[in-house]
């Protein structure tokens, strides 16, 4: 017995010796900053914003024809507001509502950089529109704040980098490597048209970019549970997207005599059998690199775990939502209340973890469901696209761009659990990156796609300053 708790202390000695050891040896990976100087924005950036806001880009579905007035009136608005822009780089129309701006650069043997944003945006639910501290797209500037649907999502981006820009053409500055930028009118329902169509463009061209540039990172400010300092998160990779339609077909019958299985107790079982069973939860990149950043900015003993996955990775994985998610969306079935249905429908949505594709969820659902409903994928689909390094220059100057801008931030690479339009660029680009300065918390973070989208004119000033500069660090 003696040997036996011998045993069990020494093991127990050489664990916490491991587990500190570890500890240890995870160091700040955060670059120095080096101060860059303040550019005088006027305030003027907030009239061509709340302008900008105005005009109704609103993507309903994938099948729904783009409102031409509104798209055409906001391409003459970019045209009136950013005159040296238009002078002085040319501007190509794709697919009839998407823009691709070029900004040639004087050393052909450079690669491009590619700067995304999109101008469609989402619609607003009617019943809501009393909640809201002004009219959605009334563009109402108040002393804090720009109101709006778009000044998060995504006009915010868009009309910030058009306004560096034409800051940086009014000092007559060159750069040195050609620029795009590059705005699908799509985004919010996929974007197979607009950044889609784009990327065809530049790919037939020839284009090999060394940076893409997207929305869907950001600072985050009070989110990160044991960090005080805001986290800029730099998204390096996203999920897919793929949603299935679960049908089951019966005979029906009168409600007064139920068969043993019925058409939406099928169904049901078919829901929460997918619920119960979900894909595993797995440590990938960029997950790692998440891990490596922001584990030394953490207390200690959150340090522990984030320096030991081997030991922590459930409860680390399962916090930072490293699997492909389960969440049904819409379900139909039923006519009147004493007829069992002869058909009943739901819709389940996956996130898709990189690593895994839309075939291998398909296989998974129709490996747990029954064999009397039927699996078919509906809509939009995409799986992930390739995951960004962590180590490239680009990444570097990114890093470096933010850590300068904002030495307060701790620079975490990270996975973006929602799509955007940069996906469509991973071929034509070395890396491609999922980061604007705009600054969230909890409250903000509800205002996406929600009630009240709005952006604090501090915030908005930021974003300018940030891509003056970074377009600046890359030429």
Same mark, same amino acid.
């Given at each position: 017995?003696?040997?036996?708790?011998?045993?069990?202390?020494?093991?127990?000695?050489?664990?916490?010796?491991?587990?500190?050891?570890?500890?240890?040896?995870?160091?700040?990976?955060?670059?120095?900053?080096?101060?860059?100087?303040?550019?005088?924005?006027?305030?003027?950036?907030?009239?061509?914003?709340?302008?900008?806001?105005?005009?109704?880009?609103?993507?309903?579905?994938?099948?729904?024809?783009?409102?031409?007035?509104?798209?055409?009136?906001?391409?003459?608005?970019?045209?009136?507001?950013?005159?040296?822009?238009?002078?002085?780089?040319?501007?190509?129309?794709?697919?009839?509502?998407?823009?691709?701006?070029?900004?040639?650069?004087?050393?052909?043997?450079?690669?491009?950089?590619?700067?995304?944003?999109?101008?469609?945006?989402?619609?607003?639910?009617?019943?809501?529109?009393?909640?809201?501290?002004?009219?959605?797209?009334?563009?109402?500037?108040?002393?804090?704040?720009?109101?709006?649907?778009?000044?998060?999502?995504?006009?915010?981006?868009?009309?910030?980098?058009?306004?560096?820009?034409?800051?940086?053409?009014?000092? !007559?500055?060159?750069? &040195?490597?050609?620029?795009? =930028?590059?705005? $699908?009118?799509?985004?919010?329902?996929?974007? #197979?048209?607009? /950044?889609?169509?784009?990327?065809?463009?530049?790919?037939?061209?020839?284009?090999?970019?060394?940076?893409?540039?997207?929305?869907?990172?950001?600072?985050?400010?009070?989110?990160?549970?044991?960090?005080?300092?805001?986290?800029?998160?730099?998204?390096?990779?996203?999920?897919?997207?793929?949603?299935?339609?679960?049908?089951?077909?019966?005979?029906?019958?009168?409600?007064?005599?139920?068969?043993?299985?019925?058409?939406?107790?099928?169904?049901?079982?078919?829901?929460?059998?997918?619920?119960?069973?979900?894909?595993?939860?797995?440590?990938?990149?960029?997950?790692?690199?998440?891990?490596?950043?922001?584990?030394?900015?953490?207390?200690?003993?959150?340090?522990?775990?984030?320096?030991?996955?081997?030991?922590?990775?459930?409860?680390?994985?399962?916090?930072? !939502?490293?699997?492909? &998610?389960?969440?049904?969306? =819409?379900?139909? $079935?039923?006519?009147?209340?004493?007829?069992? #249905?002869?058909? /009943?429908?739901?819709?389940?949505?996956?996130?898709?973890?990189?690593?895994?594709?839309?075939?291998?969820?398909?296989?998974?659902?129709?490996?747990?469901?029954?064999?009397?409903?039927?699996?078919?994928?509906?809509?939009?689909?995409?799986?992930?696209?390739?995951?960004?390094?962590?180590?490239?220059?680009?990444?570097?100057?990114?890093?470096?761009?933010?850590?300068?801008?904002?030495?307060?931030?701790?620079?975490?690479?990270?996975?973006?659990?929602?799509?955007?339009?940069?996906?469509?660029?991973?071929?034509?680009?070395?890396?491609?990156?999922?980061?604007?300065?705009?600054?969230?918390?909890?409250?903000?973070?509800?205002?996406?796609?929600?009630?009240?989208?709005?952006?604090?004119?501090?915030?908005?000033?930021?974003?300018?300053?940030?891509?003056?500069?970074?377009?600046?660090?890359?030429?």
């Amino acid at each position: 017995m003696k040997k036996i708790l011998l045993g069990l202390l020494v093991a127990l000695v050489l664990l916490v010796a491991i587990l500190l050891f570890n500890t240890l040896r995870m160091t700040s990976k955060q670059v120095d900053a080096d101060p860059l100087p303040q550019v005088a924005i006027s305030d003027q950036v907030y009239e061509n914003l709340s302008k900008a806001i105005q005009f109704k880009t609103i993507s309903f579905n994938e099948d729904a024809i783009p409102d031409s007035a509104e798209f055409f009136g906001f391409h003459r608005f970019l045209e009136e507001t950013f005159p040296l822009i238009h002078q002085n780089l040319s501007l190509e129309k794709i697919n009839t509502y998407s823009l691709l701006y070029k900004w040639q650069g004087s050393d052909a043997s450079l690669k491009p950089i590619i700067l995304m944003s999109h101008q469609d945006v989402v619609p607003v639910d009617e019943p809501t529109l009393e909640q809201w501290e002004a009219g959605p797209f009334e563009g109402k500037i108040t002393d804090t704040h720009i109101i709006g649907r778009g000044t998060l999502d995504d006009k915010n981006t868009l009309i910030a980098v058009m306004e560096a820009i034409e800051m940086l053409l009014k000092e !007559n500055f060159q750069p &040195t490597r050609t620029i795009y =930028i590059a705005s $699908g009118h799509d985004e919010e329902v996929g974007g #197979p048209k607009g /950044a889609g169509k784009i990327a065809e463009y530049l790919k037939a061209q020839g284009v090999q970019a060394a940076m893409t540039i997207d929305e869907g990172g950001y600072i985050a400010e009070g989110m990160v549970p044991g960090v005080s300092a805001p986290v800029a998160m730099i998204n390096l990779g996203e999920k897919g997207f793929a949603s299935f339609r679960l049908i089951v077909r019966t005979n029906g019958g009168h409600s007064s005599a139920p068969p043993k299985e019925n058409t939406i107790g099928i169904l049901a079982k078919a829901i929460v059998d997918l619920e119960n069973n979900q894909l595993p939860y797995k440590l990938i990149p960029p997950i790692d690199s998440q891990l490596e950043y922001l584990g030394p900015e953490l207390p200690f003993m959150t340090r522990v775990a984030f320096a030991n996955p081997w030991l922590f990775k459930k409860q680390l994985l399962e916090g930072l !939502n490293a699997h492909t &998610t389960t969440a049904p969306t =819409i379900i139909d $079935g039923g006519v009147k209340n004493n007829v069992i #249905p002869t058909i /009943a429908e739901a819709t389940i949505n996956f996130r898709i973890l990189p690593g895994e594709t839309i075939e291998s969820v398909q296989a998974h659902i129709e490996s747990i469901v029954s064999d009397k409903v039927q699996v078919e994928p509906v809509g939009f689909l995409t799986n992930p696209p390739a995951v960004s390094r962590a180590d490239s220059e680009s990444y570097k100057i990114l890093e470096k761009t933010i850590r300068s801008m904002f030495p307060e931030t701790v620079v975490v690479p990270g996975l973006l659990g929602g799509a955007t339009d940069s996906r469509y660029f991973i071929d034509i680009s070395e890396d491609v990156y999922r980061f604007y300065p705009v600054r969230l918390d909890p409250k903000s973070m509800e205002r996406f796609h929600g009630i009240d989208e709005k952006i604090s004119k501090e915030n908005y000033k930021e974003i300018i300053q940030f891509s003056y500069h970074l377009i600046k660090n890359f030429n």
